[in-house]
């Protein structure tokens, strides 16, 4: 842990994970900066310990944020800024009792993780994980017309279960594949913003989308949303993309691909990060992210310079610019 102006008079700040180049710096000269210069979680104990005293925390979704640590963080605490759009990871109920706020990220990564859900879709229809591991194994191989045969995308409805910003930017690029676009979500979009997509109940969305890409966020009422039997509703044969991790159940997945009912599947953020259920590591047509979504330099700088953005307006006194309000329905830690 490395502490920057622990000496002066000023609010703490803890940073609970390594930030993109230069934006803790933006921190250091307003406040005591406690700072986890690491890529890997704080551990429990040492979480509690630094945040004690702490006027503000900058969060990642890997740390649970609950009574425990609002306790260790004490009376002066005022900020909990995640550095992520979802903040399932907080207890919003103990923040707001405590007159904490919370603020995210939002906005600022809805193009590259966009682009994240075609690769995937991209990489899942055309079979290029199997093809790729072929190729580094060695083993004899030989063009042929009926060799790794994919899924064409062109003209293909596709399904999109979210229509958030991720979403909406999901289907913008289906235009240039000319898919028809339908979508689930919880209130039907303006008709400026539906761009031509269709409105479909949950049960119309599976049954017509032989491709669909999950961008739901991770509440309370998603979660394991796309269970076996709303998987089942899929026709045999589609492709399923997850961007979000607890909507879709993941050991339901690795049990559709086996049975080949999904052709294949794409999963970039898992309930249990780091951990990957078994099964889902065992089938050949999933093609597995280590949680990459926004992982562009330009998206990462973006998101660090908001969620430092708000816990400096924090401190000099004003609302969080991206404040989360209303507090959305609490669901369990990690997307």
Request: proline content about 8%.
């Amino acid at each position: 842990m490395r502490r920057v102006n622990e000496h002066a008079p000023r609010p703490a700040v803890l940073v609970t994970r390594r930030l993109a180049p230069g934006v803790a710096d933006r921190l250091a000269a307003a406040c005591d900066l406690r700072y986890h210069d690491s890529e890997q979680p704080l551990p429990r104990a040492e979480l509690l310990a630094a945040a004690a005293g702490c006027t503000a925390l900058l969060t990642t979704l890997d740390d649970t944020v609950d009574t425990e640590l609002l306790d260790a963080a004490g009376p002066g605490l005022r900020l909990v800024a995640n550095h992520a759009v979802g903040t399932h990871n907080i207890d919003h109920a103990a923040c707001a009792a405590r007159g904490v706020a919370v603020s995210h990220t939002p906005g600022v990564l809805t193009e590259s993780t966009a682009d994240m859900a075609w690769a995937l879709l991209l990489a899942a229809t055309r079979r290029l994980g199997e093809g790729e591991r072929l190729l580094r194994s060695g083993r004899p191989w030989a063009w042929a017309p009926t060799f790794l045969l994919g899924v064409e995308l062109s003209g293909t409805p596709l399904g999109i279960l979210g229509m958030g910003r991720i979403g909406q930017a999901v289907a913008r690029r289906a235009a240039g594949f000319g898919m028809p676009v339908g979508y689930h979500n919880r209130n039907r979009l303006p008709a400026d913003l539906e761009r031509g997509a269709r409105h479909l109940p949950l049960d119309d969305l599976l049954a017509s989308s032989p491709v669909l890409v999950v961008t739901a966020p991770l509440t309370a009422a998603t979660r394991h949303l796309l269970d076996a039997e709303r998987i089942a509703r899929m026709p045999a044969g589609a492709v399923l993309v997850s961007m979000t991790a607890g909507v879709v159940d993941e050991e339901a997945v690795a049990a559709a691909l086996a049975s080949g009912h999904l052709f294949a599947a794409a999963v970039d953020n898992f309930e249990h990060e780091p951990a990957v259920p078994a099964a889902l590591l065992a089938q050949e047509r999933a093609v597995l992210a280590p949680h990459l979504g926004s992982a562009t330099v330009r998206t990462r700088q973006a998101m660090g310079d908001l969620a430092v953005d708000n816990v400096l307006a924090v401190l000099a006194g004003a609302e969080p610019p991206t404040r989360v309000s209303p507090p959305p329905p609490t669901a369990a830690p990690r997307s």
